[in-house]
């Protein structure tokens, strides 16, 4: 099992605001990297370290944390955000643990 | 741009050896700020981390796997490798290559090879 737990589904309306949440134990002393990928595709970074976006990445994605929770938000989530979501943190025993995943629909 | 980009056979017997190399394009693998990482993605489910390695040689593994896999790094040709031994059904996955960066409490992978799909079937 994961070190890492993510809802496995989330759902939001076209143009609302939808948080994705990461919890585990290593979020205390690592930050979480926040990755997309769409159906076919490879996983694309969207937010690392407090709260960056790589370039070419809409400023409508966010993140934060907080104890050991990490948060991924969409303001204004549009159809092309649909995907599964997957955050990714090393740990102080040397692993490098991924989430589970979360699938966002944009209904 | 970097670019990264896996190649080798997608099809692989059990018991025997899968090998990948991910050629980097567009910036140097003797970036000494970067590692280069091998992650993989069964059917259907999440992604996984195996290990990546320093252009130096270091190199840190996935411990579920630390016993089958070795990842080299070939400088003169920017590529590195994964050989993954003695696999079985249970390694059928989409093999990606990335760059990684591990910095204090950063860490990342970024970018991604399109990936290489790869099923062990005798």
């Known amino acids: 099992s994961s070190k890492l737990t993510q809802d496995p589904a989330v759902s939001v309306a076209l143009g609302q605001t939808v948080r994705i949440t990461c919890q585990g134990d290593s979020l205390r002393n690592y930050y979480v990297s926040w990755y997309q990928q769409k159906p076919g595709q490879a996983p694309v970074l969207v937010i690392y370290?407090?709260?960056n976006r790589p370039p070419g990445i809409p400023d409508r994605f966010s993140g934060s944390s907080s104890g050991n929770t990490a948060s991924l938000t969409i303001s204004g989530a549009q159809a092309e955000d649909e995907g599964d979501y997957y955050c990714?943190?090393?740990?102080?025993?040397?692993?490098?643990?991924f989430g589970g995943g979360t699938k966002l629909t944009v209904l | 741009q970097l670019q990264l980009h896996e190649s080798g056979p997608g099809l692989v017997k059990p018991s025997e050896t899968l090998s990948l190399t991910c050629l980097v394009s567009g910036g140097s693998i003797s970036n000494t700020i970067y590692y280069w990482a091998w992650l993989r993605q069964p059917p259907g489910k999440g992604l996984e981390w195996l290990g990546h390695i320093y252009f130096g040689g270091r190199t840190f593994y996935n411990s579920a796997l630390k016993s089958r896999l070795t990842i080299s790094v070939d400088t003169s040709k920017n590529q590195f490798s994964l050989n993954l031994n003695s696999v079985t059904a249970a390694d059928t996955a989409m093999y990606f290559c990335a760059r990684h960066k591990s910095l204090a409490r950063e860490n990342w992978f970024d970018p991604w090879g399109q990936g290489a799909q790869v099923t062990v079937s005798s």
């Open positions: 990714y943190s090393r740990d102080s025993s040397g692993d490098h643990p």
């Open positions: 370290g407090k709260n």
